[in-house]
């Protein structure tokens, strides 16, 4: 199994508010992670940092190996988490109003856990179909959902940084998860919306199915592409590429 990441300011921002990171823990269960920091004067980057370094820091120091008890692990991070950036934000005034979105995989043997909260996506490459595995807890989806607004509306719609769900901001921080098998060949793309208000679907699968470019150069091919397309905001991708065979329990 091969992890690869990268980040990029963009070509708009002054600062990169995106963090990402890649943990193991006891029981050799992999553990990444993306988010995507919003709000306060300067603290997007501190939301973002906050929860990708203490919930690795904290998963290194666990020792389960089945997903159940990931999923309330998880849970009861995100709730501990987000109290954390809150308290923060009450204590330093240029960081009122932060928070951060979240896009995570755990692998197991067969199985991974992929986990949201937010905007920041998560994909399943497989057999050349790229699926979009979460949902985004923004108000344009909430519209493409009533049938208000079509998928293309959404992409220019000038509500579309209005997130409904968040670590920080507000008290309740309710995390979806989802369990899926595993095949070999399968890849995985967890990234920011920078990457996918800027890249279609259609880009993004013709990057994951380049045989001739590792997991990193895929990640630096999809950054560059957002690029080119204006980079208006932070641009971060992860991908984990499952090779070989898949243990089964």
């Known amino acids: 199994m091969d992890f690869a990441y990268r980040s990029d300011i963009g070509q708009q921002r002054k600062e990169n508010e995106d963090y990402v990171g890649v943990f193991k823990n006891a029981a050799g269960i992999n553990f990444a992670i993306v988010a995507d920091g919003i709000g306060g004067h300067q603290g997007g980057d501190v939301a973002s940092e906050m929860a990708v ?33 809150i308290d923060k934000a009450r204590e330093f ?39 979009q595995l ?13 049938g208000e607004i079509s998928t293309e509306q959404a992409r220019q719609h000038p509500q579309k940084n209005i997130i409904t769900r968040t670590l920080g901001i507000s008290p309740d921080a309710d995390i979806d998860t989802n369990l899926y098998h595993m095949q070999p060949g399968d890849q995985l793309l967890l990234c920011s919306d920078g990457l996918t208000n800027m890249v279609t679907d259609e880009q993004l699968s013709q990057v994951l199915q380049a045989d001739d470019l590792t997991a990193t150069q895929k990640c630096e091919q999809l950054i560059k592409l957002a690029n080119a397309a204006g980079g208006f905001d932070n641009i971060t991708a992860l991908i984990v590429a499952v090779d070989g065979e898949v243990a089964s329990k």
Do not use: C
Not at 54 to 73: C, I, L, Q
């Open 93 to 131: 005034s240029d960081l009122n109003g932060m928070g951060t979105t979240m896009v995570a995989a755990l692998m197991f043997n067969d199985e991974f856990l992929m986990a949201n909260i937010g905007d920041s996506r998560g994909y399943l490459f497989r057999d050349g179909q790229l699926q």
């Open 134 to 146: 979460t949902e985004d807890h923004s108000l344009v989806n909430e519209l493409v959902k009533r």
């Open 53 to 85: 370094s203490h919930m690795g820091y904290r998963f290194e120091n666990t020792t389960f190996s089945e997903p159940t008890d990931a999923v309330k692990w998880l849970a009861a991070e995100v709730q501990d988490e987000n109290q954390h950036i």
